[in-house]
């Protein structure tokens, strides 16, 4: 059975109207406040959560309130070891660390640096990453396993941020928008609509844009926005399930060869290519006319990110060329599930074919900080998790 949110977004998304929306539809604010108290002493708050009128219409609105001193500016490597250092469920840690990531990637590019030397100022503030992780929470609560939002109204006019006053939408939104090939459109209404918050959230989490997907609707959450709009500001989750079936993908195969490129600026522009988002990137060695030694690059990804894939294969490599292969790939419904070891809780990825599991793993990271942590073999490490897995699953536990 596959967990389905959509989001729609007639008035856009923030992450605060993500989070409101989860909450009125049934997320217990008790849940939520118990796991986001896993981000440690560092980020001290409060919640306030209410019930608001947008435009006649019922909506819940939440509020976070920094408590003390708190930076006004993070940058993407202190957030990164404050979400490792958290004590989450493995799934909200993993979608957290991947919704950052992608705003660090899309700030680098906006402002011309590594993504390491991103600062987040609005972003990086104690609201900002409550309301980011507490999404993550809340979905993972519903056990989400697909989610798709609506085309965004990405609004028009000036907002002040910490940069000064930029036009809407801000440079962060529309490269956001633009590596995932958002379908927008404008609403006539001359305000900020898509924080870069709401953006990073469903451009990393969302697997489609557009119409809602065939499924059996079984409860609705309305978020409510901060301002007063001519239309009732109110994002709308649509929350429900459906039956699996044989997935499948279109995909893109973009391959280029080279023979004058040093291994270094190759293994820069791979890193490049997944933090676009590409699914795999892989070489081979090969033999070019004239007898060259030369390798393949290959790309595997998803057809919105073939002009960005290209466009690095072209800026870090010396091809002058690059082939596209429209396939078509089959995948298994996965899910993460978490396993307790003696070392904490650890993140496995399980693929099922009906009620059969075929394949099973635990994550690579997990047991590569575990491994480092402790001083132990890799391999060890990802024996022991396996065991323990089918200890704890392996008899039908769901």
Known sequence: ?????????????????CLGALLDAGLPVAALQGQLQGLGSE???TLTV???QRQGQRATQVQVHPQGEQPHHRHWGEIRTLLERATLPPQVRQWS???FERLAVAEGTVHGIPPEAVGFHEVGAVDAIVDIVGTCIGLHYFNITHLYCS?????????????????????AVLQLCVQKQVPVYDNGIAQELVTPTGAAIVTTLAQGFGRPPAFKLERVGWGA???ELPIANILRLWLGSRQSAPLTEPVVLLETQVDDLSPQGLAYACERLLAAGA???????????????????????????????EEILFQETTTLGVRRCWQERRILPRRLVTVKTEWG???????????????VQPEYEDCARIARQHGLPWKQVHQQILYQFWQDWGRGND
Not at 156 to 170: E, L, N, Q
Request: charged share 20%; proline share 7%.
């Open 50 to 52: 209410q019930t608001v």
């Open 151 to 171: 085309p965004l109204p990405l609004g028009s006019g000036m907002v002040k941020t910490a940069h000064g006053m930029m036009p809407v939408p801000t440079p």
């Open 345 to 359: 809780d650890v993140a496995v990825k399980v693929a099922e074919q009906g009620e059969r599991l075929v394949n």
């Open 225 to 227: 926005g901060g301002w």
């Open 43 to 45: 980020l001290e708050f």
């Open 279 to 309: 699914w795999d990137v892989w070489t081979q060695a090969i033999t070019m006319k004239k007898g060259r030694n030369g390798v393949l690059v290959r790309v595997l990804c998803a057809p919105e990110l073939v002009a960005g894939c």
């Open 1 to 17: 059975m596959e967990r389905i949110a959509y989001f729609d977004c007639p008035t856009g998304v923030a992450g605060d109207m």
């Open 97 to 99: 660390q991947a919704i």
